[in-house]
């Protein structure tokens, strides 16, 4: 009975997850894409800056460019697992369990990566809004994706 009880829970949390991070992949995606365009420009005659680094983000701090490229992984990553949830919501037995679960679980880890990474960035403050949204989104989606981790468990004894 608290099997099926589950499973709206479950698809909710799933759903939940995946807007997330495509919100997260839509900033990540448009920091990358102002760190390209406003980037360090160098001449053919000049040389690189001895404390170059090539990820350099104008818009944020020296954590920025790692929280960025991190959150952008553990998006689409998650997106991929959210994907692979649907097909476990949609049977809802122990069949479906793994793949579901192995790939929530690495989705987890490397939003709790991206979520480290964030908790650095804002303790060195000196960003923008939109990375403060995306800062806060990454710290929300490392305790959905736990939760939806648990609640998919709930098919474990239900077999097809």
């Not at 698809?11 to 997850?17: I, M, Q």
């Not at 160098?42 to 701090?61: K, R, T």
């Not at 790692?66 to 919501?89: E, M, Q």
Request: hydrophobic share 55%; proline share 3%.
């Amino acid at each position: 009975m608290a099997d099926k009880q589950m499973k709206p829970v479950a698809g909710g949390l799933l759903f939940l997850n995946l807007c997330m991070y495509a919100v997260v992949a839509a900033i990540g995606g448009w920091a990358l894409n102002h760190a390209i365009n406003h980037g360090f420009i160098i001449g053919p005659q000049l040389q690189l800056p001895a404390h170059f680094s090539p990820i350099y983000f104008s818009m944020g701090n020296a954590a920025t460019g790692f929280f960025v490229t991190f959150a952008l992984i553990a998006s689409v990553v998650g997106a991929a697992s959210a994907i692979a949830g649907v097909n476990h919501v949609r049977s809802w037995s122990s069949d479906s369990l793994p793949s579901a679960a192995s790939s929530a679980i690495i989705a987890w880890a490397l939003t709790l990566l991206a979520m480290g990474l964030a908790c650095k960035e804002i303790e060195l403050r000196n960003r923008n809004a939109r990375l403060r949204t995306m800062e806060a989104f990454v710290i929300i989606l490392s305790a959905t994706q736990l939760i939806y981790i648990f609640a998919i468990h709930g098919a474990a004894r239900t077999r097809r």
